[in-house]
């Protein structure tokens, strides 16, 4: 079994790329805090890279900000490519599942202005034959 959920903040601003074939896609890194702090009292942070594909990153690009607090069900994934004559290994997430849980605010206006909570599942996309994974 491989699946993993995550609750963290949005790292990076968010950008939607459209592949060759006319498949959206989105990445984004979140903060995941631990448990426990470190000896000065301070947050220790995880970061995850999280890829999202299809109507959901549609959604994510349009709807969530940098500091926004965002859940992520997904599988872990290990990938690698070649740059420069060398493999380089990549470890991911690969959403299945990704919701809006708070907003960070902002004095300027959010692309939305309420509070939204949106579950955008596999099984609102396309079929099981189109899916990354």
Known sequence: MNTVVL???VVNELDL???ANGT?????TIAVDRDYKDA??????????VTVWRQQAEFITQYANKGDLIGVTGQIQKRS???????VWVTEIVAKEVQILSRKEKEQDHKI????TTVIS????ADEQDMPF
């Open 7 to 9: 609750t963290g903040r």
């Open 122 to 125: 596999v099984d609102t996309l």
């Open 81 to 87: 490519y070649e740059k420069d004559g060398q493999k």
């Open 24 to 28: 959206n896609l989105a990445n984004v």
């Open 40 to 49: 000065k009292g301070e947050k220790i942070s995880d970061f995850f890279d």
């Open 113 to 116: 202005n309420e509070k939204q």
């Open 17 to 19: 790329k459209t592949l």
